[in-house]
């Protein structure tokens, strides 16, 4: 093995360990199963554009993205957002089943106006394909639902180009968020 090889094998287990340290920092392990601390997600607001956007970070599974489901949908009520983006850029651990994306799917969606524009934006290739596992599944109850690689793409598709989001703070009701 050469030097430049060995340095570049060097470089690979270093990334390796690190990603290893976060998920070890932000999952409890039981068994064979992993379960994934806190809140995984945060909500903004761009009150110029009416978007809402969850934003996923960090290490997400099943419990996870329910927490999310059960949460979002008193600060979509109040705010009343036109465009609902779930961003999934900065997930790092995506340990969601092919059985929570169904049984999401067949759920009522977080909200029914008519003309809410429906946006995951998914860079990885199976957050990617199981988001679109979830647009099919999900396509009689949320029509014209998009999935696109970046945020940019999304922005596109919104025909701006670009959003300032402001986060909403956890401890934040969601009528303080929508007086912002």
């Given at each position: 093995?050469?030097i430049?090889?060995?340095?570049?094998?060097?470089?690979?287990v270093t990334?390796i360990?690190?990603?290893?340290e976060?998920?070890?920092k932000n999952?409890?392990?039981?068994?064979?199963?992993?379960?994934v601390?806190g809140?995984?997600?945060?909500?903004?607001?761009?009150?110029?554009?009416?978007?809402?956007?969850?934003?996923?970070y960090?290490?997400?599974?099943?419990?996870?993205?329910?927490?999310?489901?059960a949460?979002?949908?008193?600060?979509?009520?109040?705010?009343?957002?036109?465009?609902?983006?779930?961003d999934?850029?900065?997930?790092?651990l995506?340990?969601?089943?092919?059985?929570?994306?169904?049984?999401?799917?067949?759920?009522?969606?977080?909200?029914?106006?008519?003309?809410?524009?429906?946006?995951i934006?998914?860079?990885?290739?199976?957050?990617?394909?199981?988001?679109?596992?979830?647009?099919?599944?999900?396509?009689?109850?949320?029509p014209?639902?998009?999935?696109?690689?970046?945020?940019?793409?999304?922005?596109?598709?919104?025909?701006?180009?670009?959003?300032?989001f402001?986060?909403?703070?956890?401890?934040?009701?969601?009528?303080?968020?929508?007086?912002?």
């Amino acid at each position: 093995m050469s030097i430049a090889s060995g340095k570049a094998l060097l470089s690979e287990v270093t990334a390796i360990t690190v990603t290893l340290e976060e998920v070890v920092k932000n999952c409890t392990f039981d068994g064979l199963s992993i379960k994934v601390l806190g809140m995984a997600f945060k909500f903004e607001f761009d009150a110029t554009h009416r978007i809402f956007r969850a934003r996923f970070y960090g290490p997400v599974n099943d419990a996870s993205l329910s927490q999310f489901y059960a949460t979002a949908p008193a600060y979509v009520l109040q705010l009343s957002p036109r465009v609902g983006l779930t961003d999934f850029s900065e997930v790092t651990l995506f340990l969601v089943s092919a059985a929570e994306i169904r049984s999401i799917a067949a759920q009522p969606p977080i909200t029914q106006a008519p003309n809410f524009i429906r946006i995951i934006v998914a860079p990885a290739p199976h957050i990617f394909g199981l988001s679109r596992m979830f647009q099919i599944f999900g396509e009689a109850t949320r029509p014209g639902m998009a999935v696109v690689h970046s945020l940019k793409e999304a922005l596109q598709l919104l025909e701006i180009t670009h959003a300032n989001f402001e986060p909403i703070d956890p401890g934040q009701t969601s009528q303080q968020a929508a007086n912002q």
